[in-house]
């Protein structure tokens, strides 16, 4: 579970299990919009290469006592299939999460099942996982598409040896535990370094919406970092003063022509279904617009 520690000396900011809140809220505004960048990016008849270096398990079991815990995906997912008709910003996602299952919602797929579900015959998807059990369950779901490679290693650090890629289109989804305050320098470290590599890459960047002041403060040096077309788009949930994930965010730099009017749409209507009586708020604005 999401446990956040509010003392000052507390080096553990999340204790995060995926399996425990697959299909969550972060998951419905995370997942949706990397739908919406990889099919923004297929508006060109030229091949991409998406990159996640937090991969985890793919795919995710909510019949599992680890999901059935807290039962978050109905508070997620749950509630974003329960409206019809989705607005046209949400289709892909909603048609990847559906086409997992069979009526009753049981699978939900992570980053990876949702990026290789919009993959063309021409495009490519790199995974990166360093716990054995996840990295192993990677393996057995793509291990029959020649797309997807999946690689045992550090995504901080594999993803840098992989821009640019042939294609030199494509994107990257940066979304660590940050379960320490690592994690938040780690991201600031690395997303300059792939800008470096590779300057026309789109670079996604999630974040979490918690009482911490890494967590505050991370946006604000986000936005100062030297990027172009740098749009953010955040969702809270929860009421103010909120313990734990209480909405969570992406920074996306590089973003694609389009996709700020799509997310403009997506983010109130995301709230509307999401929110605890209405809770918290959204915002979708540009940070840099050239």
């Known amino acids: 579970m999401h446990d956040f ?6 080096r553990r900011l999340l204790s995060y299990q995926h399996e ?13 919009v990397l739908a919406l960048l990889i099919r923004a990016l297929q508006r060109k008849p030229n091949p991409l290469r998406v990159l996640d270096p937090h991969a985890g398990s793919g795919l995710y079991d909510l019949g599992s006592p ?3 815990r807290g039962r978050e995906f109905e508070r997620g997912i749950a509630r974003v299939l329960g409206e019809r008709p989705v607005p046209p910003e949400l289709a892909s ?12 919602l049981r699978i939900y797929p992570g980053s990876p099942g949702i990026a290789r579900s919009l993959l063309r015959e021409i495009d490519h998807l790199e995974l990166f996982e360093l716990h054995p059990r996840a990295h192993a369950a990677l393996e057995k779901t793509f ?8 690689h045992r290693r550090d995504g901080f650090e594999g993803v840098l040896g992989v821009v640019p890629p042939p294609e030199r289109r494509g994107l990257v989804l940066i979304d660590p535990s940050y379960e320490t305050q690592n994690d938040f320098t780690r991201v600031l470290d690395v997303v300059p370094a792939l800008h470096r590599r590779w300057a026309n890459g789109v670079i996604a960047v999630w974040y979490p919406l918690l009482r911490s002041p890494e967590a505050r403060a991370f946006v ?15 969702l809270e949930v929860e009421p103010a003063g909120s313990f734990g994930l209480r909405g969570s965010g992406l920074v996306i730099a590089n973003l694609p022509y389009g996709v700020d009017a799509e997310l403009e749409t997506l983010a109130p209507w995301l709230h509307r279904r999401l929110a ?13 617009a050239e």
């Open 5 to 10: 520690l509010d003392r000052p000396d507390a």
């Open 20 to 32: 425990y809140h697959a299909g969550n809220h972060a998951d419905g505004l995370k997942h949706s």
């Open 66 to 68: 680890e999901a059935q």
């Open 93 to 104: 996602y909603v048609e990847t999460v559906e086409s997992c299952n069979e009526g009753e």
């Open 143 to 150: 291990r029959r598409d020649r797309r997807v490679h999946v």
């Open 220 to 234: 604000r040096r986000l936005g100062a970092l030297e990027l172009p077309r740098l749009f953010q788009v955040e």
């Open 276 to 288: 605890v009586d209405g809770a918290g708020g959204f915002r979708a604005a540009w940070l840099r």
